[in-house]
């Protein structure tokens, strides 16, 4: 029972240290890689909306008004109704012949059918997913 209970500890040590590791070593490749770039100073309008509702239904409509391009960043998309809606829209301005990117974040889209982002690229939505994680910081990566 003792030998368990250290081989346990040291198990939980050692992911311990490989975790620390990982995000030590990955934020320094990732400082040393990192590129800052300027950007020009450019105008815009900001609108603030009090409730979600309203956000998402100004959002669907700008959506369906799109001409010539989308281009969109999620973090969360689910296999839920909200989420069919806004992949709908997608698909039907892309069959329409605008230009639509997403790009979403792999963990925030786990739950999206891997069938739903297929039928997406035959729609013709160049979909993609950032924050893959990928060796050698696997947990640096996601962040």
Request: aromatic fraction near 16%; proline fraction near 3%.
């Amino acid at each position: 029972m003792v030998r368990l209970l250290l081989w346990t500890v040291l198990a939980i040590f050692m992911i311990g240290i490989y975790l620390f590791l990982d995000y030590q070593l990955g934020k320094r490749r990732h400082k040393k890689d990192y590129i800052k770039f300027e950007f020009p100073l450019r105008k815009s309008n900001v609108q603030i909306f009090a409730s979600g509702s309203e956000l998402f239904e100004e959002f669907f409509s700008d959506l369906k008004k799109a001409t010539h391009h989308i281009h969109s960043l999620f973090y969360i998309v689910r296999n839920d109704d909200f989420s069919h809606s806004f992949l709908s829209i997608l698909k039907e301005r892309a069959n329409e012949g605008v230009q639509v990117r997403l790009l979403l974040d792999w963990v925030g889209s786990l739950k999206l059918p891997k069938k739903e982002v297929n039928k997406l690229r035959d729609a013709g939505v160049q979909i993609e997913f950032c924050h893959v994680p990928k060796p050698p910081y696997f947990f640096y990566s996601l962040q």
